[in-house]
């Protein structure tokens, strides 16, 4: 099963009836109206996958091709993806999380987006740079706000992803 899809600005979507199968078995994708649109995340996830292809004013973009449409979008897509492609892997649903102004909100196994809240709002960076007191507090604000556990998702040099959840306890 190989999703046929398109790229037209920064939207990727696809009206196959692969598409809809693969968001009810795996939720990847947001279906809307006679679409299902996706993440550039889940795009090449699903691309190195071998289970979309994406097209370009007709053409099919390669692996390549479509990593540098993204980055052209997302200049933080180099750092943002491992950590997207490790939690899938791991058997996470991930979304984006744009309106909280975070990387990804994370589903527990098992838990599907609309049935359940995401368990985790997650902010991703490199190993090498520097975290404030103040842009922690504030990553921290966010999480409490939202009712969300935050996870810190760092990626270093050789590409591994450490990850650093941070709870309000009560003395």
């Known amino acids: 099963m190989e999703i046929q899809a398109n790229l037209i600005g920064e939207n990727v979507s696809s009206n196959s009836p692969e598409a809809f199968s693969l968001y009810k078995k795996s939720h990847f994708g947001e279906p809307i109206g006679e679409k299902v649109l996706y993440s550039l995340h889940e795009t090449l996830f699903l691309v190195e996958r071998g289970k979309m292809e994406v097209f370009y004013a007709g053409k ?5 091709e479509l990593m540098k ?22 058997g996470y649903i991930v979304k984006t999380a744009l309106k909280f102004g975070a990387d990804f909100r994370v589903y527990e196994k098992g838990s599907k987006p609309g049935d359940k809240h995401a ?13 404030t007191w103040h842009e922690f507090s504030a ?31 009560k003395p």
């Open 139 to 169: 990553k921290n604000r966010v999480a409490h706000s939202t009712k969300k556990h935050l996870l810190l998702a760092i990626l270093d040099d050789e590409g591994d992803v450490s990850y650093y959840e941070v709870r309000w306890i």
């Open 69 to 90: 449409k993204a980055s052209n979008s997302d200049k933080r897509i180099h750092i943002k993806y491992p950590v997207f492609r490790d939690l899938r892997n791991k």
């Open 119 to 131: 368990k985790w709002i997650v902010f991703t960076d490199h190993e090498s740079k520097r975290l």
């Open 60 to 64: 099919k973009l390669s692996s390549k």
